[in-house]
């Protein structure tokens, strides 16, 4: 028993990063979908269920980790940070359910799907540990882990906390978390059920949970022709969210500075951009694709997911901004994580990389086109701030490669709504004036790094002609982007509007009362309301 407890103790003494981590983690799931696709005696998958099937068994076994994870610092009273030696071995136990199922079976793996219960049912297969299960579902190889699971963390809080209280309550929540996600549709049903449906609780029948999941009906653009790979295909939406949603708590818990400067540096002008362009890209599409256009849960979860998707897409081109742009920053943005030293170089990139990996991981669970938009979108990040390249030193062809970046971030909201995911039906002239406007006009985000920038030899418009020529040359561009906007889409009813908020936001790049760091937002809430009046105008 004492070497037991001085091995709990002893792992407790390990860290590990997150580029470990998250290595440990993808390898561990493709290992886990590697035997059970090729060594046991199955048909193995075509390489779009693979990436389906790996995709799910990756969220499934992130948020059992991750809950576990929050739980156990919660009860021992300490930093996540400090449990990540310990965690990072419950790995292992992510390969042995398959395992154990051939040395059982003789080569086979029992099919241990989702608990799709009635209440009654679901209260017996959890007073009873997995017991009273349908025919067709057999907990083997799963139901032993689960309860070595159990067991191991319950040693582990009693050597930690010398409490058979705690121990005892630990044992059980970890059981409770593994049975929550074995049976998450059924009670995800019942939840939707007693907000939006009508139904009595006991009246719930195990097919109805199936048909919410599984159904082949349309989702915005997107067709279903595999029933077995539906039920994953919706649920990997909630699963994206919730998974954000608790590295975002597990990160703040770990250190809450840290979190707390990440949300700062969010740039957030950009970010209402993006958002914005998305929307509009789901705004044309729907009305290109009317018939695909449905507020349904999962048409508006899959909405969400694109979101946030684009949102860490974002963040990690920050972080790509801003590890090379260390130097223009230290004059012009000293505010920033990197020159306030609360990160360092490579944990600051680690976390460029998680928010990348994240994004593509979003984007991968609506569909390839969208996860291929969201690497295409950080290559063009990259090669826009990075060396050798860097081509946001050469004016104009740094702001066209900003431009064509943000008409990326509308591909992704047109071809949700789109038939078979594609952007050749969306009209030329609106991507000709996305790239137009975005060329003369996206200057305006230099004004604020002149200092920076001229030092580093980086030629924006506002270097180049300083700033109060610059602001009437970028004012002048706004201006000519709003009157553009009338003739490429071909809509004179929308003259005297473009007139009215081209001069307004003219006036406000070019009055020097408004400070460079904040000229960005006026003209975004002029566009802003230009966009409802166009949205008006052209469609209604």
């Known amino acids: 028993m004492n070497k037991l407890e001085n091995f709990f103790i002893k792992l407790g003494e390990k860290r590990v990063g997150l580029s470990t981590w998250t290595l440990g983690f993808l390898g561990m799931?493709?290992?886990r979908c590697f035997i059970e696709q090729f060594l046991t005696l199955v048909k193995p998958l075509v390489p779009y269920e693979a990436v389906i099937e790996y995709i799910h068994n990756f969220y499934f076994f992130s948020l059992a980790i991750l809950l576990i994870w929050l739980f156990l610092?919660?009860?021992?009273?300490?930093?996540?940070?400090?449990?990540?030696?310990?965690?990072?071995?419950?790995?292992?136990?992510?390969?042995?359910?398959?395992?154990?199922?051939?040395?059982?079976?003789?080569?086979?793996?029992?099919?241990?799907?989702?608990?799709?219960?009635?209440?009654r049912d679901l209260f017996w297969q959890y007073a009873t540990v997995f017991g009273h299960l349908p025919s067709a579902i057999v907990y083997f190889g799963t139901k032993i882990i689960f309860?070595?699971?159990?067991?191991?963390?319950?040693?582990?809080?009693?050597?930690?906390?010398?409490?058979?209280?705690?121990?005892?309550f630990t044992a059980w929540a970890v059981y409770s978390i593994l049975f929550f996600l074995g049976a998450f549709p059924s009670f995800f049903y019942y939840l939707y059920n007693f907000?939006?449906?009508?139904?009595?609780?006991?009246?719930?029948?195990?097919?109805?949970?199936?048909?919410?999941?599984?159904?082949?009906?349309?989702?915005?653009?997107?067709?279903?022709?595999?029933?077995?790979?539906?039920?994953?295909?919706?649920?990997?939406?909630i699963y994206y969210i919730a998974l954000v949603s608790l590295l975002a708590i597990l990160f703040y818990r770990m250190d809450s500075k840290k979190f707390i400067a990440v949300v700062k540096n969010f740039r957030y002008p950009q970010l209402f951009y993006h958002s914005g362009l998305l929307f509009i890209g789901l705004a044309v599409g729907a009305w290109n694709y009317q018939q695909n256009f449905k507020l349904d849960l999962f048409s508006l979860l899959a909405v969400a997911v694109l979101f946030i998707s684009v949102w860490l897409a974002w963040k990690a081109s920050v972080v790509v901004n801003d590890l090379n742009d260390f130097?223009?920053?230290?004059?012009?943005?000293?505010?920033?994580?990197?020159?306030?030293?609360?990160?360092?170089?490579?944990?600051?990139?680690?976390?460029g990389w998680a928010c990348f990996i994240l994004s593509i991981l979003g984007g991968i669970s609506i569909?390839?086109?969208?996860?291929?938009?969201?690497?295409?979108y950080q290559v063009v990040a990259w090669v826009y701030s990075a060396q050798p390249f860097r081509l946001k030193k050469f004016p104009l062809v740094a702001t066209f490669i900003?431009?064509?970046?943000?008409?990326?971030?509308?591909?992704?909201?047109?071809?949700?709504?789109?038939?078979?995911?594609?952007?050749?039906?969306?009209?030329?002239?609106?991507?000709?004036?996305?790239?137009?406007?975005?060329?003369?006009?996206?200057?305006?985000?230099?004004?604020?790094?002149?200092?920076?920038?001229?030092?580093?030899?980086?030629?924006?418009?506002?270097?180049?002609?300083?700033?109060?020529?610059?602001?009437?040359?970028?004012?002048?561009?706004?201006?000519?982007?709003?009157?553009?906007?009338?003739?490429?889409?071909?809509?004179?009813?929308?003259?005297?509007?473009?007139?009215?908020?081209?001069?307004?936001?003219?006036l406000s790049v070019a009055s020097l009362k408004i400070k460079p760091r904040l000229i960005f937002w006026p003209v975004l809430g002029i566009i802003f309301i230009y966009g409802l009046v166009m949205v008006r105008v052209l469609f209604f």
């Not at 610092?73 to 292992?92: C, F």
């Not at 009595?200 to 349309?218: C, H, Q």
């Not at 709504?417 to 969306?426: C, I, P, V, Y």
Request: hydrophobic share 55%.
């Open 327 to 351: 130097t223009i920053d230290a004059i012009s943005n000293p505010e920033r994580p990197l020159q306030q030293g609360i990160f360092s170089r490579e944990e600051y990139a680690n976390l």
């Open 147 to 168: 309860v070595a699971t159990v067991a191991v963390l319950f040693f582990l809080v009693w050597f930690r906390t010398k409490s058979f209280f705690k121990s005892i």
């Open 73 to 119: 610092s919660a009860i021992l009273k300490e930093n996540p940070q400090k449990l990540s030696g310990v965690l990072i071995y419950s790995l292992l136990f992510l390969t042995f359910p398959p395992l154990i199922d051939m040395i059982k079976t003789g080569g086979e793996v029992y099919w241990s799907f989702y608990l799709f219960s009635t209440p």
């Open 402 to 506: 900003s431009s064509f970046a943000l008409l990326l971030i509308l591909f992704l909201g047109y071809i949700l709504m789109s038939d078979n995911q594609t952007f050749h039906t969306l009209s030329p002239r609106i991507i000709f004036l996305m790239l137009i406007v975005g060329t003369i006009s996206l200057s305006i985000k230099d004004f604020k790094d002149i200092a920076g920038d001229k030092k580093d030899n980086i030629w924006t418009i506002p270097v180049i002609f300083g700033e109060k020529k610059a602001r009437l040359i970028v004012a002048s561009g706004i201006f000519i982007s709003f009157i553009a906007s009338v003739f490429f889409l071909n809509e004179l009813k929308l003259f005297w509007w473009a007139m009215f908020f081209g001069g307004l936001a003219f």
């Open 195 to 237: 907000i939006f449906g009508s139904k009595k609780f006991l009246d719930i029948k195990a097919f109805e949970i199936f048909e919410f999941f599984g159904s082949l009906d349309k989702m915005a653009g997107i067709n279903f022709q595999n029933i077995k790979y539906a039920v994953a295909y919706r649920l990997d939406f």
């Open 367 to 376: 569909g390839f086109s969208f996860a291929v938009l969201l690497i295409t």
């Open 29 to 31: 799931v493709f290992f």
